[in-house]
């Protein structure tokens, strides 16, 4: 009994042993994967071949592979985009990598969204820019439009200023229309979003300075701009300006994977506007002043422009997860963002969030996609007026002064009432007008694509969406205040609700035919659009909010149209080399009439990878060149007044009703219509060359294109008692667009710690009009264009051959000295006087080239990147120096006040203003760096070294401007330089953590 029991009991020793002995020769690789920017990729495959061994890694990047035997091994690391990555690892124990993979500069494979549907890169037949996360601008960003400003060549962004959250005007190719919209369609994860613009192209979405800053920024990976008919035709009626497609970010397989980052930030203003000192003001009074006007000096060295401006501060956190339950990959997010301006009181407060959830059931045969997002923001507007006032308040004034007006400096006459021809005090302007919003959106869609089981080639696609609003808030001005003090103050409340929604359904046919060498991709669909609008009117107040000023006719105004779509597309694909693509899209709209209500948008292309060719198969240098010619017409009905075709009645106000028999009446007079107003129509054509050496590290594309548009709305003069004007907005107009697009992409360096990317992109594009009238008139001028300071001054007109917005002034004549003569210009039209016929057309706001240059070094953990941007020959009016740049704006005896001025009055010497002289055309060409950063990967640290990525980085935005312009800033966008609301310098530091 006993020798069993020993043996038994050796037997068992000798096992755990061997188990002992077993598991010391195996062992396990784990660790990360990052990208260029030392960044974890979640989702890169990471395999060893030889042992059929392989895992994904989740949403930190990391990785895990356990239970190896000992020994050499060759691992591989795949991600799409990006080089393979080949290593090879000793086993012996537990092995901790970090693996750092580049991005191939061409991955031809690569698919790229289009509308209704994907295509892999190499296959496209449009022009078609597509920028991911890893490219976009850094630094404070609170609008997405903001993330692609200089990265795209053809694609114009320019912010409006530097308010909090405030909006950019998006240019793809110039834009098409005179009346209309110039903006592009967006469409997010397949939701066209609300313009939120009028046919005048103001905010109709009251609340918020900006309505795409109500998307958080940090949810997108992908814009694509689709920018030739080729692309655009399938959105048919929209499609004339371009279209920007958003993709937003999505969960993947694997643990879950917790995202923090956060990112504050100093904003300071870049640049004040050159104006006199407070001494030398009182020098230039003392000496060329009345009595009285020396007598109104003060004793204070005031700058105006310091007192309006501060250092700004600003947060923006955001936190996410992602993952996968079970087969249902999600991703949830949270963002808050608070961020003040630098015009003081200024202030903006955002809370977002944003859910996806992307399962596949039924054998991966049905994809269902739900993506939701929403936000909130409160906002307090500073009163901009403030900065002109600024620039004009006389400086040897104080701030403050006791009175009954805040305490604030104001000009008052001898009665002790405001001077009503006297500038306001900035200060007080600005802090005593609360104008206080909130809005809130949410929008999204359920997304339905059904891969038939008998015939998986053929896919049903359903997409429900929507887009809904609120925008509210109150303007609020006290009784003491001086700016109101005329009204005894002012309250009153705005509030509107916008409600747009989505149904589209569409069936897609894929099916390679081997024998034919042939693939062919077929889409038919149908697509709905409900938009709806309505504006609350409330009464009006004084400033003690009981009195009633003013009470609205009707409680509410609620305007709609609606959209009803019918759209194909066949592409056919021959031995991959030559690929055919036709597209057709008919649009009926309620904004006109059913003579003209159905608009058809057709397009056609045709693509020749030549690289594919058997007589450049011996050039191994070239891994791409492909050619792209495309015709199509696209329309145009955004910006158009609803109900424009219909007889329309306007409905006096409280203080223009007409009094009959003792009672007071509202009265309604007819407005100027065309029952025959229709579709703006542009057809473009493009020729574009896609080319790639050295496997893709040298890459771009060249477009040159021509658009021509017809029908575009215009004013014309028509024959009194026509109908109910003498001018009238009509169908009458033609512009074309000729353009140039070229992009560069390299990777001069390319190695394992250490990498190098370069990317440049330069634009060419020249409008001109070339029709206005429904009868040949060379001569016919729409003025436009209007300036501060005089009323009915025009400096703008579109005319015939030139560019639409081109600066109509007379021609300044110099002395020999080279300085303006006051009032004298050249008589143009040799009739011995200086009339409205000697104005000429001279430059443009439009630059004629674009360029754009961003560059990435990386090293080891480090990240350093730049981007830089030039426009070359816009031209801008100066209206700041023609308002406040003359001897009687500072005396100004009239108003019976000094004011300050620019320190162009030292080289003008005009007495008086001459707001119509080419002698305030400036030359604002610049080249601006956007953007300079660092960034630091520390990697895991965590004690467990698994989890707990940690990024570090620090941004300068709106570095430095070379230009010669002497205002704030040389790029506005609509040609007039007045009250612009500077961009900031901002300072920011960053820090970026996952586990």
């Known amino acids: 009994m006993k020798k069993r029991y020993m043996e038994r009991i050796l037997l068992l020793l000798f096992f755990v042993a061997l188990s002992g002995w077993s598991y010391a020769q195996t062992g396990s690789i784990s660790g990360v994967v990052l990208d260029e920017a030392n960044q974890p990729l979640p989702g890169a495959s990471v395999n060893i071949k030889s042992l059929s061994r392989g895992t994904s890694t989740d949403g930190n990047g990391q990785f895990n592979l356990p239970n190896l035997p000992t020994g050499e091994y060759a691992v591989t690391v795949t991600f799409i985009g990006y080089e393979i990555l080949n290593r090879q690892v000793t086993v012996n124990g537990a092995t901790q990598l970090s693996l750092k993979l580049v991005p191939s500069a061409q991955n031809l494979n690569e698919v790229v969204v289009i509308g209704y549907g994907t295509q892999e890169k190499k296959d496209v037949t449009g022009s078609i820019s597509?920028?991911?996360?890893?490219?976009?601008?850094?630094?404070t960003i609170t609008s997405p439009d903001q993330l692609i400003v200089g990265k795209i060549a053809g694609v114009q962004v320019t912010t409006n200023g530097g308010q909090p959250g405030g909006g950019s005007t998006i240019r793809i190719r110039g834009g098409a229309s005179l009346n209309a919209s110039n903006d592009p369609l967006i469409v997010v994860d397949g939701v066209p979003l609300s313009s939120f613009k009028d046919k005048d192209g103001n905010n109709t979405l009251p609340g918020v300075g900006n309505p795409l800053s109500l998307i958080n920024p940090n949810d997108i990976e992908t814009f694509t701009i689709l920018k030739d008919a080729n692309a655009t035709a399938i959105y048919g009626s929209r499609a004339s300006n371009g279209v920007v497609l958003i993709t937003t970010k999505k969960g993947k397989s694997g643990k879950p994977a917790l995202s923090f980052s956060t990112q504050n930030s100093v904003a300071t203003v870049a640049r004040q506007l050159d104006v006199l000192s407070a001494d030398e003001i009182r020098d230039f009074v003392n000496a060329n002043g009345s009595a009285s006007q020396i007598a109104m000096l003060g004793s204070a060295n005031t700058n105006w422009q310091d007192e309006i401006y501060q250092k700004a501060f600003t947060t923006d956190n955001n936190l996410s997860i992602a993952g996968a339950y079970k087969n249902m990959p999600y991703r949830v997010s949270l963002g808050y963002l608070n961020q003040d301006g630098t015009l003081i009181t200024d202030n903006l407060k955002r809370t977002s969030g944003a859910v996806s959830l992307t399962p596949k059931l039924f054998d991966d045969h049905l994809k269902i996609d739900l993506n939701l997002k929403g936000s909130m923001t409160k906002s307090r507007f500073a009163f901009q007026d403030g900065i002109a006032n600024a620039i004009q308040f006389d400086p040897t004034q104080p701030v403050r002064t006791e009175n009954k007006y805040g305490n604030y400096f104001e000009w008052l006459q001898a009665s002790g009432v405001p001077n009503p021809n006297a500038p306001r005090n900035p200060v007080g302007l600005i802090k005593l007008k609360d104008d206080q919003g909130e809005t809130a959106r949410s929008f999204g869609n359920l997304q339905f694509d059904y891969s038939f089981h008998f015939l998986p080639e053929l896919h049903a696609n359903l997409n429900l969406g929507y887009d809904v609003s609120q925008g509210k808030g109150s303007t609020y001005i006290p009784d003491f205040a001086a700016q109101s003090a005329s009204t005894s103050g002012y309250f009153k409340e705005y509030k509107s609700d916008i409600s747009n929604k989505v149904v589209e359904f569409y069936l897609n046919y894929a099916k390679d035919i081997p024998s034919l060498k042939s693939n062919i991709n077929a889409t038919a669909g149908y697509g709905f659009y409900a938009n709806r609008t309505k504006v609350y009117n409330f009464n009006a107040y004084?400033?003690?909010?009981?009195?009633v000023t003013s009470t609205p006719v009707y409680p509410f105004d609620q305007p709609e149209n609606r959209l009803l779509s019918y759209y194909g597309r066949v592409i056919?694909?021959?031995?991959?080399?030559?690929?055919?693509?036709?597209?057709?899209?008919?649009?009926?709209?309620?904004?006109?009439?059913?003579?003209?209500r159905w608009g058809v948008f057709p397009s056609a292309a045709f693509t020749w990878r030549i690289n594919e060719e058997n007589f450049l198969q011996s050039v191994p240098a070239l891994s791409d060149l492909k050619l792209r010619l495309s015709y199509g017409v696209t329309g145009q009905q955004e910006g158009i007044a609803n109900?424009?075709?219909?007889?329309?009645?306007?409905?006096?106000?409280n203080e223009s009703m007409y009094e009959f028999g003792g009672q007071f009446y509202y009265m309604n007079a007819p407005v100027a219509y065309d029952e025959n107003v229709k579709w703006e129509t542009t057809e473009t054509y493009n020729a574009g060359l896609d080319y790639g050496f050295l496997n893709g590290r040298i890459n771009g594309s060249i477009d040159v294109y021509k658009k021509k548009t017809k029908d575009?709305?215009?004013?014309?003069?028509?024959?009194?008692?026509?109908n109910f004007s003498n001018q009238l907005l009509t169908n009458v107009g033609n512009m074309e667009a000729t353009g140039f697009e070229f992009s560069l992409n390299g990777k001069p360096v390319l190695k394992d710690d250490f990498s190098w990317d370069l990317g440049f992109n330069l634009t060419y594009n020249r409008l001109k009009v070339t029709n206005l009238t429904a009868s040949f008139d060379p001569n016919y001028r729409v003025l436009t264009g209007g300036i501060k300071g005089s009323t009915g001054n025009f400096v703008q007109a579109h005319t015939l051959n030139r560019a639409p917005y081109a600066f109509n002034v007379f021609k300044q004549v110099y002395d020999a000295e080279g300085k303006p003569l006051q009032g004298v210009y050249a008589d143009l039209n040799g009739d011995g006087a200086i009339t409205e016929n000697d104005r000429y057309f001279y430059k443009s706001?439009?630059?004629?080239?674009?360029?754009?240059?961003?560059?990435?070094?990386?090293?080891?953990?480090?990240t350093l990147n730049t981007v830089m941007r030039a426009s070359l020959g816009n031209y801008l009016y100066d209206n700041v120096s023609s308002n406040f740049s003359t001897r009687s704006a500072l005396l100004n005896a009239g108003a019976g006040i000094l004011n300050n001025v620019t320190r162009d009055f030292y080289h003008s010497g005009f007495t008086t203003a001459q707001y119509q002289s080419d002698y305030f055309v400036k030359n604002a060409s610049f080249l601006k760096m956007d953007n300079v950063g660092l960034s630091y990967n520390a990697g895991n640290i965590l004690n467990n070294r698994t989890t707990g990525n940690l990024t570090v980085s620090a941004n300068v935005q709106n570095v430095f401007t070379v230009t010669n312009y002497k205002g704030i800033d040389p790029e506005v966008q609509n040609g007039i330089d007045y009250q612009l609301y500077p961009r900031p310098r901002t300072f920011v530091l960053g820090l970026n953590i996952g586990f």
Do not use: H, M
């Open 572 to 596: 056919y694909t021959f031995n991959e080399k030559y690929i055919l693509a036709g597209t057709v899209r008919t649009d009926g709209s309620s904004r006109f009439s059913e003579d003209n």
């Open 845 to 862: 706001p439009a630059p004629k080239f674009i360029l754009g240059f961003s560059t990435g070094v990386n090293y080891k953990k480090w």
């Open 712 to 722: 575009l709305l215009s004013v014309i003069p028509i024959p009194i008692g026509s």
């Open 542 to 547: 004084q400033g003690d909010r009981t009195t």
């Open 130 to 139: 597509t920028i991911s996360s890893k490219d976009f601008q850094r630094g």
């Open 643 to 653: 109900y424009s075709y219909l007889p329309n009645y306007a409905t006096s106000s």
